[in-house]
Nanobody, 114 residues
Framework: VQLQAYGGGLVQPGGSLRLSCAAS????????MGWYRQAAGKQRELVAT???????DYADSAKGRFTISRDNAKNTVYLQMNSLKPEDTAVYYC?????????WGQGTLVTVSS
């Protein structure tokens, strides 16, 4: 399965973006789907994850502003990002876990700037 992340771009502070992660195959069997990000000069960090049946888990920086959702019928995972801040600027990656095997998308750049 290949993951394709898209939806990034340039947005002003306070704006919104929705990222999508489309899988080439079914994600219904994936134990967990999530979003991570890596800012320039920093390590990759968790943004949000969603297991098949559990509640979503968010980084403190994302709580109250970002929402992760997965649509198994469309084999797609979304990250709705609201109230964006300059510190949200990063390359965003989607990740899927299938019984211990990791799958990563190629990343999509989000730039928050006026």
């Amino acid at each position: 399965v290949q993951l394709q992340a898209y939806g990034g771009g340039l947005v002003q502070p306070g704006g919104s973006l929705r990222l999508s992660c489309a899988a080439s195959g079914s994600i219904s069997g994936f134990n967990s789907m999530g979003w991570y990000r890596q800012a320039a000069g920093k390590q990759r960090e968790l943004v949000a994850t969603k297991t098949t049946f559990g509640d979503p888990d968010y980084a403190d920086s994302a709580k109250g502003r970002f929402t992760i959702s997965r649509d198994n019928a469309k084999n797609t995972v979304y990250l709705q990002m609201n109230s964006l801040k300059p510190e949200d600027t990063a390359v965003y990656y989607c990740r899927g876990v299938f019984y211990g095997n990791e799958y990563w998308g190629q990343g999509t750049l989000v730039t928050v700037s006026s």
